[in-house]
């Protein structure tokens, strides 16, 4: 079983920080590529920023300059740190890590979430 745990969100004003993290966790080998995706009420949802293993991101147009990803390999940890926040961030994060496990299957993981609401 693998497990990723998402924490860090919440209520935050126009123009504030937030920082995302998420934990995975269980039967992991390795964990390649991570990122974070974000779902708003009646939209898709959407790639927000996403890390390779060796560090190589890639980011949104809509947060490039704003947000910033980055990785701790040995905790199995990606990190979200938001800044410059607008409303139209509001939205419920989602994490997502392609896992191998111990048994040596690899796929696709997801967090079950974490809620950003910006305030005007």
């Known amino acids: 079983q693998v497990q990723l745990v998402e924490s860090g969100g919440g209520l935050v004003q126009s123009g504030g920080s937030l920082r995302l993290s998420c934990a995975a966790s269980?039967?992991?080998?390795?964990?390649?590529?991570m990122g974070w995706y974000r779902q708003a009420p009646g939209k898709q949802r959407e790639m927000v920023a996403s890390?390779?293993?060796?560090?190589?991101?890639n980011y949104a147009d809509s947060v490039k300059g704003r947000f910033t990803i980055s990785r701790d390999n040995a905790k199995n940890t990606v990190y979200l740190q938001m800044s410059s926040l607008k409303p139209e961030d509001t939205a419920a994060y989602y994490c997502?890590?392609?896992?191998?496990?111990?048994?040596?299957?690899?796929?696709?993981?997801w967090g079950q979430g974490t809620q950003v609401t910006v305030s005007s």
């Open positions: 269980g039967d992991i080998f390795t964990v390649y590529g």
């Open positions: 890390i390779t293993r060796s560090g190589s991101t």
């Open positions: 997502n890590a392609r896992i191998l496990t111990t048994t040596y299957r690899s796929k696709d993981y």
